[in-house]
């Protein structure tokens, strides 16, 4: 089975502007949970969506959104960049919302 | 009290030697434990599941949880300086059902 994929895998944008992050699970995976990573911290947890709705948001500002689609393929959006939202944002899919979740290669984020 | 604590690390062990590596969850019912890790740079790949109280070997890696205490640990036999990486510790909480990691713990093995 192929695994996780995230596109893009790079992305440099300017402060202000806004990005669309891509992720497609492994096939037959339903549950898609997003997480930040910045150098030196931990995973931040953003949102998990299973059958399209989603379950469980982060503490982070409403720039931050994300859908799910029929084909369980996931798209997170941030609006108004900050220097802040340079990370690397992690794709991670399930089965189900208790099952294993298995991560993407990322998409690495740079605001300048 | 964070909901899944870490040995803060970094935790430095000689090749050969064995890494120890400690998590504490605050979920009292949790029923579902991970240990995952990160190469610099790379994203997590899941190394072992464990679900029931006592060991769980794969090859040089063991996993030990002792539900009671709250606690879970992974011990690396034979380390290898390619065990050098950040190993982050995931809980699912029962109640929420969401998986919650620990901010995870660097680990270097010196040659």
């Known amino acids: 089975k192929a695994g996780v994929t995230q596109t893009p895998r790079y992305l440099i944008k300017t402060r202000g502007q806004q990005v669309t992050l891509s992720c497609s699970p492994i096939s037959g995976h339903r549950s898609v949970s997003w997480y930040q990573q910045t150098p030196g911290q931990g995973l931040q947890f953003l949102f998990e969506y299973f059958s399209e709705t989603q379950r469980n948001k982060g503490n982070f500002p409403g720039r931050f959104s994300g859908r799910q689609f029929s084909n369980s393929r996931s798209e997170m959006n941030v609006s108004t960049l900050e220097l802040g939202d340079s990370a690397l944002y992690l794709c991670?899919?399930?089965?189900?919302?208790?099952?294993?979740?298995?991560f993407g290669p990322g998409t690495r984020l740079t605001v300048l | 009290q964070k909901e899944v604590e870490q040995n803060s690390g970094p935790l430095s062990v000689p090749e050969g030697a064995i890494a120890s590596l400690n998590c504490t969850y605050s979920?009292?019912?949790?029923?579902?434990f991970f240990w995952y890790r990160q190469y610099s740079g790379k994203s997590p790949e899941l190394i072992m599941s464990?679900?029931?109280?006592g060991d769980k070997e794969d090859g040089r890696f063991t996993a030990q949880l002792n539900k009671a205490s709250q606690y879970v640990s992974l011990l690396i036999r034979d380390s290898q300086p390619s065990d050098s990486a950040t190993y982050l510790c995931?809980?699912?909480?029962?109640?929420?059902?969401?998986?919650?990691f620990g901010q995870g713990t660097r680990l270097t093995i010196n040659p």
């Open positions: 979920d009292r019912v949790s029923q579902s």
């Open positions: 991670a899919s399930s089965p189900t919302v208790t099952d294993t979740q298995y």
């Open positions: 995931a809980v699912l909480f029962q109640g929420a059902q969401k998986l919650v």
């Open positions: 464990i679900y029931s109280n």
